[in-house]
């Protein structure tokens, strides 16, 4: 007894919260504000379930179009008016027609989804409907859902996690396979192999990368070519008005035409003993770069390249040699 009446005010309290909830749900659905007055009736009906209750809310579900929500709502209610005693049960008449009436015109309207999976399912799936585990019974079962769209996840063991999205209108019925390949694990990638005490690992074929020498060296050998292309090319140029100079030149002293072939060759020849600068420097830095690499381990040391370059330039061109161990 003292038990029951410790436990009284907690349970008064919920009835009052009850009857608070219901008042605000009630206002609110008459005032067209859905969303509050449907969280309002849900939180009424589990403190304080009651028939008139749930009619409420499943008027509200019904006007949201959760019609699917709502027609399980009107089962429920017409469930609960059947327990009621005759004279109970007259308060209630009116609202026992709508719900039967509203129950059969949505009947054809809810949308169904089928979840299917392969024959064998291995253990360890897990497969959700809007964040709701679907139970292995459920595959297989058209199963009413509200209109709009829905999100089903399944999940393999530690695999990743699929999601699928699907919209359903009213009335419509879908089936939705499951792959459960796309829920496998991925393979890792195998690791590389470290390499072998006191030695060197050998780098995969096709992954070779270029040193930092290297890569100058065939920028620097890049300009070299550049340059003397440059070169070459204005050389040319200056040579081909030479028998013109010489023929209408008597050392300093020119006539108008030997002038005008002068004059032409000033620029290409400065051009070509730039450019033949530049490419002697260009190409000597790259192949210097290139030769001095050093080379791959000997014993358990390593083991590099002796070069010395050696330019001869003039008037006429230009040499480059090299000389050393490799």
Not at 15 to 20: F, Q, R, V
Not at 97 to 108: C, N, Q, Y
Not at 188 to 213: H, I, M, N, Y
Not at 215 to 235: D, E
Request: proline share 7%; aromatic share 4%; with cysteine.
């Amino acid at each position: 007894m003292l038990a029951l009446l410790a436990g009284w005010p907690a349970a008064a309290q919920e009835l009052a919260a009850a009857e608070a909830l219901f008042n605000t749900g009630v206002t609110d659905l008459e005032a067209g504000k859905y969303d509050t007055a449907c969280p309002a009736l849900a939180e009424s009906q589990r403190l304080d379930p009651r028939p008139g209750t749930l009619f409420a809310l499943a008027d509200c579900q019904d006007r949201t179009g959760k019609i699917a929500s709502a027609a399980t709502l009107y089962d429920d209610y017409l469930l609960a008016t059947d327990q009621l005693k005759p004279m109970q049960r007259l308060r209630h008449d009116k609202r026992i027609s709508v719900a039967k009436a509203r129950r059969a015109e949505l009947a054809s309207q809810i949308p169904e989804l089928t979840l299917v999976s392969p024959p064998s399912v291995p253990a360890g799936v897990r497969i959700t409907r809007d964040g709701a585990d679907v139970s292995p019974a459920e595959l297989g079962v058209a199963l009413p859902l509200d209109p709009g769209e829905h999100v089903i996840t399944f999940r393999l063991d530690d695999g990743p996690v699929v999601e699928e999205r699907i919209s359903l209108a009213a009335g419509e019925k879908t089936t939705l396979a499951i792959d459960l390949r796309r829920a496998e694990k991925k393979p890792e990638r195998p690791a590389v192999a470290s390499a072998p005490r006191g030695g060197f690992a050998r780098a995969p074929q096709g992954e070779e990368k270029l040193s930092g020498r290297r890569v100058g060296a065939l920028v620097a050998g890049s300009v070299g070519v550049a340059g003397l292309a440059l070169g070459g090319v204005t050389g040319l140029m200056t040579l081909a008005k030479k028998p013109i100079i010489e023929e209408h030149c008597r050392g300093k002293i020119c006539d108008t035409k030997g002038k005008a072939a002068a004059d032409a060759t000033r620029l290409p020849g400065l051009l070509s003993s730039i450019g033949f600068g530049i490419g002697v420097a260009g190409a000597v830095a790259g192949l210097v770069l290139w030769s001095t690499e050093p080379s791959g381990p000997t014993g358990t040391g390593r083991v590099g390249r002796r070069v010395q370059a050696t330019v001869d330039a003039g008037p006429e061109g230009a040499a480059l040699g090299l000389k050393g161990v490799w």
